[in-house]
């Protein structure tokens, strides 16, 4: 039995680990030059950049995942908390914390929010039941149609979810300054959404960074690909870069084999891949199906998003994961919608020199985002470039007086790099999310698919999660189907 797994990454490697842990063979083609999807790191000159994630959550499924294997984690890595993880500062220079220590948030809430104070514990009591519902909807298998979620036993979890409200309205029934709403509700627009457009289930990441809490991993989130792709290697995975699978060979709807960068073709019995490119890329059926299994999803989002890597030479106060706001969320988000440059865009930088110094030495690697319309013009990218910076000034930030270097990526850069090809108009519908992940494709044979990007808690804990689900399911269909029951 010959497994082929299309992509080096977090979910992909999680599963060949518990596929090759049965016996199975298994390789990995990545057609990058590094293994880690999303997740790597970038050198300019002499700061490593981590890209990609840079909040880690649920450290306790990589901890359970590596305990599966036989291994205890201190021997590869250490997960740190970040105590109080997100500073946000605001136009007045008002600063909210948040934190999952809920006296210090209690604290800042009776100065700035007395009725949210007051409101803080039913708050949290109640996105944890909304985090239960969503953990028993993707326990109820399968759920593939948006009616089975109004028919028992799918119905209650999915009301708990609130399905017929918005981010906005969610958070205003507990919270009363602009601020701490500001803050609440920004979980809609890490996915490029307005937060009055965003339904409610989006503050399942406030349960992750209230109250289970915000991670990294020591030495830098990439050593958690490391990590794996080590015990890849211990369980005798081979792994390829610089492999483009460009076709996947199908005979009767059953997997023959796959091609690799066009000149090779090796046998498979099956084949893994991430859900979102097999979306994106039905050209590796084209010519064995005559009807192209998923429309593409390959249209860029309008509410995009631009990153910028700076070095300083010095090392600033700037917290771990630090927001500043647009002095209007929502009209931001109007301008966005229009295809506008915002004029006064919210800003999110990374600092994780604020953590882990002792790797920083010559001074802080920022990573910075900012929503901003998809376009490919590079004024209107420069001009943005000007913005994020005057943005950072007006909260004395000058970070242009330690200023050593720095890049934007725009939109269109992002898009290539981080092949993000989800599009806004799925991200709002609630059904998208709650529908269980789809783990087999439903023509093609020993077609397995990990990934589930288009989520409001996905993340790098739910392709490991995700990982272990699909292969937990292989392992049943293929072996039964050796054993000539399938
Ligand atoms: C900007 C950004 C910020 C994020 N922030 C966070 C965060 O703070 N916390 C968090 O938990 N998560 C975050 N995420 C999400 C997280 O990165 C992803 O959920 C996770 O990396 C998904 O991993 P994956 O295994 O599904 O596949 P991916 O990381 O998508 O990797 C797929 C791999 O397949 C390869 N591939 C594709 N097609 C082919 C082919 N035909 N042949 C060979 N190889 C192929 C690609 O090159 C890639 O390496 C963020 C994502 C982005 C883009």
Not at 212 to 240: C, T
Not at 311 to 335: G, K, P
Not at 343 to 371: C, K, W
Not at 422 to 437: D, V
Request: proline share 4%; aromatic share 10%; with cysteine.
């Amino acid at each position: 039995m010959k497994i082929a797994v299309i992509g080096g990454s977090v979910g992909n490697l999680t599963a060949a680990i518990c596929l090759a842990r049965e016996g199975i063979d298994v390789s990995i083609y990545e057609k990058r030059d590094y293994i880690g999807g999303k997740l790597r790191m970038v050198q300019i000159q002499g700061y490593d950049f981590e890209i990609g994630p840079t909040m880690i959550t649920a450290p306790e499924i990589i901890e359970q995942f590596i305990a599966s294997t036989g291994r205890d984690i201190k021997d590869y890595m250490q997960i740190r908390s970040v105590r109080h993880h997100t500073q946000n500062i605001f136009p007045q220079l008002n600063s909210f914390f948040l934190s999952t220590d809920q006296a210090f948030m209690r604290k800042q809430l009776e100065r700035l929010d007395p009725v949210g104070a007051s409101n803080y514990d039913d708050f949290l009591a109640e996105i944890t039941r909304m985090k239960q519902a969503f953990e028993e909807l993707l326990t109820l298998s399968p759920l593939v149609s948006w009616r089975q979620l109004l028919m028992p036993p799918a119905r209650s979890a999915y009301l708990t979810l609130k399905p017929f409200e918005t981010i906005e309205h969610f958070v205003r029934r507990y919270f009363t300054n602009e601020e701490v709403i500001a803050s609440f509700t920004r979980y809609a627009s890490y996915n490029g959404i307005a937060p009055n457009e965003a339904p409610a289930m989006f503050i399942i990441h406030a349960y992750d960074e209230l109250i289970n809490g915000v991670y990294y991993v020591a030495g830098g989130n990439l050593r958690l690909v490391r990590v794996l792709q080590q015990i890849a290697k211990e369980e005798g995975i081979r792994y390829y870069t610089g492999k483009e699978v460009t076709k996947i060979h199908v005979d009767e709807q059953a997997i023959e084999g796959v091609c690799i960068n066009d000149e090779l073709s090796l046998e498979a019995d099956a084949v893994l891949m991430s859900v979102e490119d097999f979306k994106a890329q039905p050209q590796l059926f084209a010519d064995d199906l005559t009807e192209v299994p998923y429309v593409p999803a390959t249209q860029p989002t309008k509410t995009a998003a631009c990153v910028m890597l700076v070095a300083l030479n010095t090392h600033t106060q700037i917290y771990h994961h630090h927001v500043i706001y647009s002095n209007d969320r929502i009209r931001e988000f109007e301008m966005l919608k229009r295809g506008e440059m915002p004029d006064d865009p919210t800003v999110y930088l990374y600092n994780p020199a604020f953590s882990e110094q002792e790797r920083f030495l010559r001074g802080d690697a920022l990573l910075i985002f900012a929503n901003m319309p998809y376009t490919t013009d590079e004024q209107r990218v420069e001009k943005m470039k000007q913005r994020i910076y005057d943005k950072l000034a007006e909260v004395g930030l000058k970070v242009g007086d330690y200023l050593v270097t720095d890049q934007l990526w725009s939109p269109a850069q992002l898009t290539t790099m981080f092949d993000q090809y989800r599009q806004e108009g799925q991200m709002k519908k609630i059904t998208q999310f709650l529908l269980n992940p789809i783990l087999k494709d439903h023509q093609i044979k020993s077609l397995y698919f990990t990934g589930m990007h288009a989520h409001p808690s996905a993340g790098i804990a739910a392709a490991i999660a995700n990982g272990e689900r699909v292969a937990k399911r292989m392992i049943n269909e293929l072996v039964a189907k050796k054993n000539g029951y399938g």
